[in-house]
């Protein structure tokens, strides 16, 4: 559909971007300036907690300093809400307070068939519902009972079920509501040989599971067989215009509210009743896909509603082939904030056989050993054979090296190639694999302690280049991993940059680099004054002691948080440019905007004392607040 010129300009003029925003994110009231429409909050796209989402209402633009999610109106409304460029269009008209203009015929038409079915499916929820509460309905009762799934619930998730003989009566309802056979035969409600004069409905005795859109509204079902001898135990919908289902989720619309609340881990599994029992115990972000492998379509809409989806399929040999196919679907796209992990169910299991057997809790056990893709990867991989030769070792090596080869975003392939490399060091043949510790038990240390402050008076770099030096020298062997990430970054103040320079110099060059190693080293290129305040940064702990799994997410948050802040003066750097080039309104704000959240991340880094870097240009700022120079 072609839209009119301007008509997307007049839903913005109407619909400031932090009132659509505000919805789902509670601004930060101290870091945000309404009076200059400039907003700030936690980021509904990925789990975070300080704020780090950026609304600009003069421009009509976001953006995440945490993840990189950023965009206008309709990107905010496709990203959160699943929709494609129309439904997205339509969802803001309507918040706007406006109508849609008329479609050309042939789209008029095309939207008169997609409400035509949409109306049909409605009718035929409502339909199979009734007849599960009524006397045809008792076997389909007794099943649902058996399964634990209480009326209650039965309700919510829409159940119901289709008679055998329940053709002719739908076809007759749908009459009464003007609906015609061909809208039913259309909506996937009748079998391919039935006619009008012998409608034989789709779906006859079983129960249904209706499936909604990303709105909630009905477009297709799924049928559980109550026959035994059934040549399939389920049936799903034929695709329609209004049902593709290689893209949809079971429980949609349920899951996108709930995986935006902070905490709430989103589960993909892989059946309706697995669905219906994690939401009753609790876990009301669980989807499934639709009587279809997981597919690529699949992955990226669950990306939508979570950047680290659990993956729990069943604990049978089905389900971890399911599951290796998932993790080779995703591996290609992974980056910041965009992952997957992976349940280990037992052997057999499915999530209604956990919850059945230990309850919620039990559940919870297993979520907290979640297996991140990248072990999940080389757990699969060392596993198809004994690593007792050198041949064998060669062998697990080569496919790491091919599976790295896959990872589009060169930055992950680097930590993938890193942390396949520890792996291959620290475990052996016969070792068991490593799991993940549980959520919430991650060690961390010390906030910067006071001897340092008194060893480095009148520097002028922040806390974030000192704990990063601090903590190298603590732990050399921390470079492994970060040495091309610290040889990215350059640091404010002259005697912490020439540290790091010459920290680098000694991954380099050095064969064993330990802590003594690198104390001399760093004394022989004239850092030795700094060793003290330096091995004194964090006395309560010493890192040698801390486990990988608990200081590289610290360390790396440290190294992320400095590359943020240069991210932040390249954009401060080109508004400046933009704004010089072009005076406006809208360029002076963003421009003052960015600014600000450089100031304010400098002084919260370094607790009062800016970087050099980070002290805003005393020109530069006052010809953006009053205007540019004559």
């Known amino acids: 559909m072609k839209l009119p010129p301007g008509f997307i300009d007049e839903i913005k003029s109407r619909l400031p971007l932090s009132t659509l925003v505000g919805k789902r994110v509670s601004f930060d009231p101290a870091r945000s300036m309404p009076a200059r429409r400039d907003y700030w909050g936690c980021c509904p796209f990925h789990k975070e907690d300080t704020p780090s989402f950026h609304v600009l209402d003069g421009q009509g633009y976001y953006k995440c300093f945490g993840c990189g999610a950023s965009g206008d109106h309709v990107k905010f409304v496709q990203e959160l809400e699943g929709l494609d460029f129309l439904g997205a269009v339509e969802f803001l008209a309507r918040e706007a307070g406006l109508s849609m203009p008329a479609p050309d015929p042939a789209e008029q038409q095309r939207y008169a068939k997609r409400d035509r079915l949409r109306g049909a499916s409605a009718l035929a929820k409502a339909f199979f519902a009734r007849a599960l509460a009524s006397s045809a309905g008792a076997e389909a009762r007794d099943y649902l009972a058996r399964r634990g799934i209480e009326p209650s619930w039965i309700d919510a998730f829409g159940l119901g079920f289709a008679p055998r003989d329940h053709g002719p009566v739908l076809l007759k309802a749908a009459e009464a509501e003007g609906l015609a056979f061909s809208d039913l035969f259309e909506a996937g409600l009748f079998s391919r040989s039935s006619t009008a004069r012998d409608p034989f409905g789709f779906f006859s005795g079983r129960v249904i599971f209706p499936i909604e859109d990303g709105q909630g509204r009905p477009v297709a079902f799924g049928g559980r067989s109550l026959d035994q001898g059934a040549k399939a135990k389920y049936l799903n919908s034929p695709e329609t215009p209004i049902f593709l289902k290689r893209q949809m989720l079971y429980n949609l619309p349920r899951a996108r ?374």
Not at 323 to 352: E, M, W
Request: aromatic letters at 6%; one cysteine or more.
């Open 257 to 630: 509210r709930a995986a935006h609340q902070p905490g709430t881990p989103l589960l993909v599994v892989e059946g309706y009743t697995d669905v219906i029992a994690l939401v009753m115990a609790g876990f009301e972000a669980a989807v499934a896909p639709l009587g279809t492998a997981f597919t690529g379509d699949h992955l990226q809409e669950v990306w939508k509603l979570s950047g680290e989806p659990l993956l729990c399929f069943d604990g049978d040999t089905a389900g971890q082939r399911a599951a290796a196919t998932v993790a080779n679907l995703a591996l290609p796209h992974v980056r910041g904030g965009k992952t997957i992990s992976f349940l280990a169910l037992p052997a057999g299991q499915d999530p209604d056989d956990v919850l059945k057997a230990g309850g919620k809790e039990a559940f919870k056990a297993q979520i907290d050993q979640a297996k991140p893709l990248v072990d999940f990867l080389f757990d699969r991989e060392a596993a198809q054979r004994p690593l007792t030769t050198p041949e064998a070792q060669h062998n697990l090596e080569e496919r790491l090296k091919a599976l790295v080869a896959t990872i589009e975003d060169p930055a992950v392939a680097r930590y993938y190639r890193d942390a396949f490399y520890a792996r291959r060091r620290s475990d052996t043949a016969k070792g068991p694999a490593k799991t993940k510790p549980a959520r919430g038990k991650a060690w961390r240390p010390d906030p910067v302690s006071g001897p340092l402050r008194t060893e480095t008076k009148g520097w002028r770099g922040g806390d974030r280049e000192i704990m990063i030096c601090a903590a190298l020298v603590q732990r050399p062997s921390l470079l492994d991993r970060f040495n091309e990430d610290l040889a990215a970054l350059s640091f404010t103040a002259p005697d912490l940059d020439k540290c790091r320079a010459a920290i680098l110099n000694a991954y380099a060059h050095l064969e064993v680099l330990d802590r003594a190693a690198l104390a001399d080293h760093l004394t022989q290129w004239g850092c030795g004054h700094l060793l003290g305040a330096l091995t004194a940064e964090i006395p309560q702990i010493d890192l040698s002691e801390a486990p990988d799994d608990a200081i590289f997410p610290w360390f790396g948050e440290l190294i992320g948080r400095k590359s943020m802040m240069a991210a932040l003066r390249r954009e401060a750097s080109e508004a400046m440019k933009q704004f010089t080039a072009n005076p406006t309104p809208e360029t002076q704000a963003r421009l003052l905007a960015i600014r600000a959240e450089l100031a304010r991340a400098a002084l919260e880094g370094n607790q009062g004392a800016p970087d050099v870097e980070d002290s805003t240009n005393q020109d530069e700022t006052e010809t953006a607040q009053h205007g540019h120079p004559v």
